[in-house]
Structure formats: C-alpha cells, structure tokens
C-alpha cells in the first residue's frame, strides 16, 4: 500500500479542503461578522469551495503518475 503513495507527497495537498471544510468548523461557526453581507461561516464556506480547485490543481500539478499519464494522451 505504502509503494502506491511513495513519491507522491503532493498528494497532501488534497488534505485541504477537508481541512477548510471540517477542521476550522468550530473555529468559525459564528455569525459575526458579517463579510460581504454574509455570515461568516457562509463566508468561510464559500471561500472554501472556491478554493477547493485549487487544491486539486496543485495535487495533480505536483503528482508524477497524474504527469505521466497526462504525457501519453494523444
């Protein structure tokens, strides 16, 4: 199992959105204050989910068997 996952440590990055999403909850579970006209956890949600791309691009962009199959495509 450890031999699928050597070499690439970009994966971690797909930790991220759990992290945004799950792990920071208690922290911002709270309606004041408002940002933008929303309540902060509404706020923090959406900048969540918009930053979740990002963190997918990066884990593939870094990933060698993602690279790798990307270069046999025609």
Known sequence: MTA???GRASLWWLLGP???YLGALPFVNRIHPLVLGMPFLMFW???S???TPLFIWLAAR????????????P
């Not at 870094?62 to 495509?73: S, Y």
């Open 4 to 6: 699928v996952f050597r």
């Open 18 to 20: 759990a992290v945004l």
């Open 45 to 47: 949600m959406l900048l």
């Open 49 to 51: 989910t918009v930053a």
């Open 62 to 73: 870094g990933d060698p068997v993602w690279r790798a199959n990307r270069k046999q495509r």
